[in-house]
């Protein structure tokens, strides 16, 4: 096995990344104001900056969708119980102990077996719940004739509060296990340039070099 600055993050996925990180924010800022948390911002532009925000976040995912069907990067993120135990176990206890983290990087399979786990969740869940809800509370005047539409309303408002919490508690969470191994800025700098240091064997080194040089950096001499 060889270390190699490998990309495994193309440019559309890190623009896709921090594009949707600065959108997800500005919903939950807005949202917030929306809930009453705070009055930074009023009522009325808090609307308006919310849905224009969901609007461009729903083109941006729209847009992912494609590239990741196309591209075939959809299979990194098909669940897997692989290792599933002993990621869960590391973050839970052996963390704390000073073990090494048992997932081993590669480059067709940059995502533990536990983070996989939750984007997924969040993408087949989660995410149609707030687009759903978000829909239908957007759209109530073409509904609010139907019997019971204020009962089935405090319904979806409120679905779509909880799919928010859950988003805002997977930030945290992620930005927590940021800082744990190699540290915040190491885990960060990969989705800034692309590259991250993982290993090769002889034959998926022997391949990139013959079919995707583009992807390996030449080491700093």
Known sequence: MSKRQVKIYPRFERIWHWTQVLLILTLLFTGMGLNGLHHIIPFGPAVIFHT????????????ATFWLFTTGTWRQFVPT?????????????????????PHK????????????????GLKVAVFPLVWIT???????????????????????ANLHLLAAYIVAAFII?????????????AHVKPMITGYEEIDLSPE???????????RLKEPQS
Not at 107 to 120: D, E, G, S, T, V
């Open 52 to 63: 224009i925000a969901a609007l461009l976040l729903l083109v941006l995912w729209i847009f």
């Open 81 to 101: 119980l692989d290792g599933l135990v002993d990621v869960i176990r590391f973050y839970a206890y052996g963390v704390f102990k000073g073990e090494k983290h």
């Open 105 to 120: 990087k590669v480059i067709w399979r940059k995502h533990n077996p536990l983070q996989i786990l939750a984007y997924f």
């Open 134 to 156: 978000g829909i239908l509370y957007m759209s109530y005047n073409f509904w609010e004739h139907i019997p019971d539409a204020g009962f089935y309303l405090n319904i979806v």
């Open 173 to 185: 969470i992620h930005l927590y296990l940021l800082t744990i191994g190699h540290g915040f800025h």
């Open 204 to 214: 998926e080194e022997a391949y990139l070099i013959k079919d995707e040089p583009w």
